[in-house]
């Protein structure tokens, strides 16, 4: 397509992101999901702390944003984000939503993962990820799946939609 007629990069009012991610599960390491510690035999390995949920909220985030992806930014390769807090992956998308003009609207996910039950944990895990999102909690929605047939007991994946809308204008 010749340059002129390319089309303009614009604001849209409301943009969308989806993210995915999974991690599996390794022994001697706690269960790290949504910014929380679930009581678990086993956590999920990974170069940071493993967090699918936050991972996977992370790159909605950045998806919506059409900005480069989680692991562009935060190599797996890079030691410095070994064992990392992932909420330092989750403020940075959260930084460049608003250096962008937009706000978190709402943000919908699905846990998949064959064990620890999620249902005793889903209202603290929401209560959590609006915390860290700065959004109501009515604005988090949090579903959890087992991998029926799918083989992936020994994993945890997260899948994730985002809503931006415009920020309101400072004065
Ligand atoms: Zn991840």
Same mark, same amino acid.
């Given at each position: 397509m010749p340059a002129s007629k390319k089309p303009k990069a614009t604001k849209l009012p409301i943009r969308i992101g989806y993210g995915w991610d999974s991690h599996e599960f390794k022994r001697g390491t706690p269960l790290k999901i949504g910014g929380l510690t679930l009581p678990h035999e086993r956590g999920l390995g990974g170069?940071?702390?493993?967090?699918v949920l936050l991972h996977a909220i992370t790159d909605a985030l950045l998806g919506a944003i059409a900005g480069p992806d989680i692991g562009t930014i935060? $190599?797996?390769?890079?030691?410095?984000?070994?064992?990392?807090?992932s909420t330092v992956f989750l403020e940075e998308a959260l930084r460049r939503v608003k250096q962008e003009g937009y706000a978190v609207a709402n943000v919908d996910s699905t846990l998949i993962l064959a064990?620890?039950?999620?249902g005793p944990h889903a209202s603290a895990l929401r209560e959590r990820v609006a915390e860290l999102l700065s959004? $109501?909690?009515?604005?988090v929605g949090l579903k959890a799946k087992t991998p029926e047939g799918m083989g992936t007991d020994n994993a945890a994946i997260a899948h994730t939609v985002v809503l931006l809308q415009k920020a309101a204008r400072r004065r």
């Open positions: 170069h940071s702390d493993g967090d935060f $190599p797996p390769s890079d030691p410095q984000w070994k064992g990392a807090d064990a620890p039950k999620v959004i $109501p909690q009515n604005c």
